[in-house]
């Protein structure tokens, strides 16, 4: 009974990889691919990811000490699926730390200029230009006022979604 309790995971580690799985399941949808141009590569799926992550942890921001936890449990899971995926695709254990390092550093600068652009809505000029040069990679592709719009709405879906919706792992995303 002790041991059951100490072996169980806290709420919010269970709710933050639940989150974290919803959001690769969203990003793996194929419209964003086929209809919008992001490009399936492992770099493309990368900054989709990453994108939904980042709009996950915006939500949960200044909602508390239960909010902050959950947050920190989602950005866990998502460094422990890189870990994950470099491993399957046979980097090195040693070359993993290098790689995590090199990500962990492009997911906060995501982070930093996803809220920078989010603070400048309603004009979405900063966020589509944030989007091209991350998830579009600056090429000249893919249709950024669709991917904009889409994250605009999901970042309304989310908001309108009560905290404890979230809080237990449930995210409704926007068909994108």
């Known amino acids: 009974m002790i041991l059951d309790r100490l072996l ?10 639940k ?19 992001v490009r399936d590569s492992l770099e493309g799926r990368f ?17 508390g000490e239960p909010a902050a936890e959950t947050s920190q449990a989602v950005f866990d899971s998502y460094v422990r699926g890189l870990d994950d995926a470099f491993r399957e695709i046979g980097v090195s254990d040693t070359a993993v730390g290098k790689k995590m390092k090199k990500l962990a550093g492009a997911f906060y600068g995501r982070l930093k200029a996803f809220d920078e652009a989010a603070a400048t809505l309603p004009d979405q000029a900063a966020l589509s ?16 006022e669709a991917l ?19 809080l237990q792992g449930e995210a409704k995303w926007p068909n994108p």
């Open 19 to 37: 989150l974290y799985a919803g959001a690769v399941a969203q990003a793996r949808s194929a419209p964003f691919y086929a209809v919008m141009g």
């Open 148 to 166: 904009t719009a889409y994250v605009v709405g999901a970042r309304e879906a989310l908001a309108s979604q009560p905290l404890d919706t979230l």
């Open 129 to 144: 230009e944030m989007i091209t040069r991350t998830v579009l990679e600056e090429r000249g592709e893919g249709d950024v």
């Open 8 to 17: 169980k995971p806290r709420p919010a580690k269970a709710a933050g990889a």
């Open 47 to 63: 900054e989709l990811f990453t994108l939904h992550v980042v709009v996950l942890l915006e939500r949960l921001k200044a909602q």
